[in-house]
């Protein structure tokens, strides 16, 4: 059975969530022996979803990929042959688009990833004997909202939202592998007011936004992406910081006995909150995932 429980609310959300899963199986010598796969939604979501293995008694490794069959966002890069391809090779790719500089880029929403491996003993005695195995999400999805304090609209049309990451290449442990630089361009971008009421005088006032959606790969700690926001009209700078080193300062204190690399497998979703004077940065405080962070180093 399959349970994806490796997420920040320590919940199995495996029947809705997961939209397909490849199951291989490697023996002792690391040789794969048998493969399974199905994008059987109504299955997947049932709750009662398991695949049934009959093995010979011996020491088995299980590798699991969900949401790679759609083959729309990730790649196997072998082609699985059964007694042939050895677990070492299991590695997983994003997909990637290159510029005439081979410059690599994302620019898609990309499709939910998800990997998990176990060690399994086939024991030489009869009876039927049910192993779960967790996984644990790869993709995360970026939210960046530019909040106008001047009054003025905002248009997002005119900013260049880009994260720079090396997180497109995935052994079959799940670590990363060397990769190219990527650039995930923003799939998203949209422009939307909100009214706010001040509590003296009961006046309605609006405030103009912006906000732009990417989705990323594993993220690292220690390896930050890069989150870069520039004026489309005169490629001018407005800021620039490390996501996963800004995403770790909200931990808080019900996570604070968890690793750094943890707390970033877990989470899967991060909204920052950016706030623009006349379009420039008021670089004093943003709001991430409703956590509110002062920011005492203002050069970065």
């Given at each position: 059975?399959?349970?994806y429980?490796?997420?920040i609310?320590?919940a199995?959300?495996?029947a ?6 490849a199951l291989?199986?490697?023996n002792e010598?690391?040789?794969l022996v048998?493969?399974i796969?199905t994008?059987d ?6 709750g ?5 293995l ?5 020491q ?5 990929w969900?949401g790679?069959m ?6 196997l890069?072998?082609?699985?042959v059964?007694?042939?391809?050895t677990?070492?090779?299991m590695q997983?790719?994003?997909?990637r688009?290159?510029n005439?500089?081979g410059e690599?880029s994302?620019s ?5 990833l998800y ?8 024991i030489?005695y009869p ?6 195995m967790?996984l644990?999400?790869?993709?995360n999805?970026i939210?960046?909202?530019l909040?106008?304090?001047s009054?003025?609209?905002v ?5 260049i939202f880009?994260?720079?990451?090396k997180s497109?290449?995935?052994?079959w ?7 190219d630089?990527?650039t ?6 949209t422009?939307?007011e909100?009214d706010?009421e001040?509590?003296?005088t009961?006046?309605n006032?609006?405030i103009s936004?912006?906000l732009?959606e ?9 390896e930050?992406?890069?989150?870069t926001i520039?004026?489309r009209?005169?490629g001018e700078?407005?800021l620039?910081?490390?996501l996963a080193d800004?995403?770790?300062l ?6 604070k006995?968890m ?10 979703e991060y ?10 940065w008021?670089?004093s405080?943003i709001i991430?995932?409703s956590?509110?962070v ?7």
């Open positions: 059975r399959f349970k429980d490796y997420n609310k320590f199995d959300a495996f809705h969530e997961v939209n397909s899963i291989y199986v490697f010598d690391d040789i048998q493969e796969a994008t939604k109504a299955a997947l979501a049932s009662t979803f398991e695949i049934p009959e093995l010979l008694p011996g088995y490794t299980l590798l699991a969900g790679l759609e083959e729309e966002s990730f790649d890069l072998p082609t699985a059964v007694g042939l391809t677990l070492q090779e997983v790719k994003m997909h688009q290159h005439d500089a690599a994302v898609e929403d990309l499709l939910p990997h998990g491996t176990m060690a399994l003993n086939v030489d009876g039927t004997y049910t192993e779960t967790s644990m999400k790869n993709t999805t939210r960046i909202l909040h106008e304090m009054g003025h609209d248009d997002a049309d005119k900013f880009e994260i720079t990451d497109g290449l995935y052994d442990d799940n670590s990363r592998l060397e990769d630089t990527i995930f361009k923003a799939w998203s971008v422009t939307g909100a706010i001040d509590y003296e009961r006046n006032s609006s936004v912006a732009a990417h989705t990323i790969g594993r993220m690292k700690a220690g930050s992406p890069i989150l520039r004026n009209e005169n700078l407005v620039r910081l490390p800004y995403a770790l909200t931990k808080g204190n019900y996570n006995n690793s750094d690399q943890e707390y970033l497998d877990r989470q899967d909204t920052m909150t950016f706030f623009l004077d006349e379009g420039e008021m670089s405080v991430i995932n956590w509110r002062v920011i005492n180093e203002e050069d970065i």
